[in-house]
């Protein structure tokens, strides 16, 4: 009786040190936010050398297939996706409980054991809503009985597991939620910026073109005087020298009443009058048009259309003034003899981009972004008002003007347009 009493206490010694190691093992364990693999490797190794069997893993399991998470011994390039259509675990999941079988060979009701191995021990990962998620599963090569505290040990360390499962897929969907949420807030945010940059925008045209309309005005009245003066003095007979100076007084009257009248236009809002138009159809008879202007004498202008057709909801004066600004430009930014090509391209669903080409000097990267604000030109004599004027009729038309210019290619002037669907 004393041998037997001796190998109680030595069982119990025994199960008691096996627990103390287990609660010091679950205590050394730290699990935090986005290392899910490694906890789980953890998991699994002490799982194995607590209960003392070859092979522990932890799965998750859905849909009819499990996916091993975590894994103590190297798995290498084996695949980590099964079926859990007649193997052991899918009793466990199936029981919703824990499953300890011998000798699974001997035992083939509780399904197939992984190959090689024949004792197995399943546990169910549950989470705090009771929600069975996957499995804890221990292997061992031979037969061998798992004791009750061996079970409890094992289904300690799955609670611990499925707690950090949980806790990673919140995780992860309130990082999806706050990704999602700043994608959002930055979103409206630009919109907002967009919308102020807008309304800026307005109000200092607005107070622009209050201020030309007061400014030109009061030019124009004394300049209607001085030009009906040298317009007189044309009557009257006078010396070549006079004629001359008269000429060149005309010529810069005429030149700021111009640029009185293009001050204005750019300043003013544009209020389109929107018509349905086919650019198949609308732009060749502006090209012809466009070549009976005299920067177009001895230049060609060749019309490169889309390959099907292209509706746009367009004002077609200022579109017309629009294209034909950018077809002069390109005209005297060429030699006699040279080509401006125009050619509608369509490789985006919902725009177009109209673009005229010409192969005159590249125009210097310092002035490029200059080119469409007011009174920048690179031309002697121009106003520099001409693009600035453009780019606002091609923005009130919700498009875009953009410009690029090398050695290689020459200069490309495009205007991009929503499209009609």
């Known amino acids: 009786m004393s041998y037997i009493q001796e190998d109680d206490e030595s069982a119990q010694y ?27 490797h953890d998991i699994a190794c002490a799982v194995s050398q607590l209960v003392n069997v070859d092979w522990t893993v932890v799965t998750l399991c859905q849909e009819g297939f499990e996916t091993v998470l975590a894994s103590s011994l190297d798995m290498g390039d084996a695949p980590r996706v099964y079926s859990l259509h007649g193997q052991l675990t899918s009793t466990v999941i199936q029981k919703r409980c824990t499953l300890a079988v011998k000798d699974a060979i001997a035992q083939p009701e509780y399904g197939e054991p992984a190959e090689g191995y024949r004792a197995y021990l399943g546990v169910p990962l549950r989470t705090a809503e009771s929600e069975m998620i996957g499995t804890v599963c221990s292997f061992h090569q031979q037969p061998r009985e798992f004791t009750p505290a061996e079970i409890q040990i094992v289904e300690l360390f799955a609670e611990r597991a499925a707690t950090a499962i949980d806790h990673y897929h919140l995780y992860q969907q309130q990082r999806q939620f706050n990704e999602a949420l700043e994608a ?29 309309a007061m400014i030109v005005h009061e030019i124009r009245n004394p300049l209607t005087t001085i030009m009906m003066g040298l317009k007189y003095f044309k009557k009257i007979v006078l010396a070549i020298p006079a004629q001359e100076r008269l000429v060149l007084a005309l010529d810069e009257a005429n030149r700021l009443e111009r640029l009185l009248g293009e001050i204005l236009q750019y300043a003013k809002p544009h209020i389109l009058q929107l018509v349905e138009l086919e650019l198949n159809e609308f732009l060749p008879k502006l090209l ?20 099907s057709t292209v509706k746009i909801s ?108």
């Not at 930055?186 to 030309?212: D, P, Y």
């Not at 012809?288 to 390959?307: D, G, H, K, L, N």
């Not at 010409?358 to 520099?384: E, R």
């Open 314 to 421: 367009g004002d077609a004066d200022k579109l017309k003034q629009v294209l034909i600004n950018l077809i002069r430009n390109a005209c005297e930014a060429i030699p006699a003899g040279e080509v401006v090509r125009c050619d509608v391209d369509r490789s985006t669903p919902d725009a177009v981009s109209i673009n005229v080409h010409n192969s005159g000097a590249p125009i210097p990267a310092d002035v490029l972004p200059k080119l469409t604000q007011p009174f920048c030109s690179t031309k002697p004599g121009g106003t520099g008002l001409g693009l600035a004027i453009t780019k606002r009729i091609v923005q009130a038309h919700g498009g875009t003007l953009a410009i690029q210019s090398t050695l290689e290619s020459g200069t490309i002037v495009s205007v991009k347009l929503p499209v009609l669907t």
């Open 288 to 307: 012809a048009t466009s070549r009976e202007m005299p920067e177009a004498q001895e230049r060609q202008i060749e019309f490169i259309p889309a390959v």
């Open 184 to 212: 959002e807030v930055q979103k409206r945010t630009e919109e907002l910026r967009v919308a102020q940059a807008q309304l800026l925008e307005k109000e200092r045209l607005a107070a622009i073109g209050e201020f030309a």
């Open 14 to 40: 025994r199960v008691w040190q096996r627990e103390r190691q287990a609660m010091a093992i679950l205590s050394s364990l730290n699990y935090r936010t986005g290392e899910l693999s490694c906890y789980l």
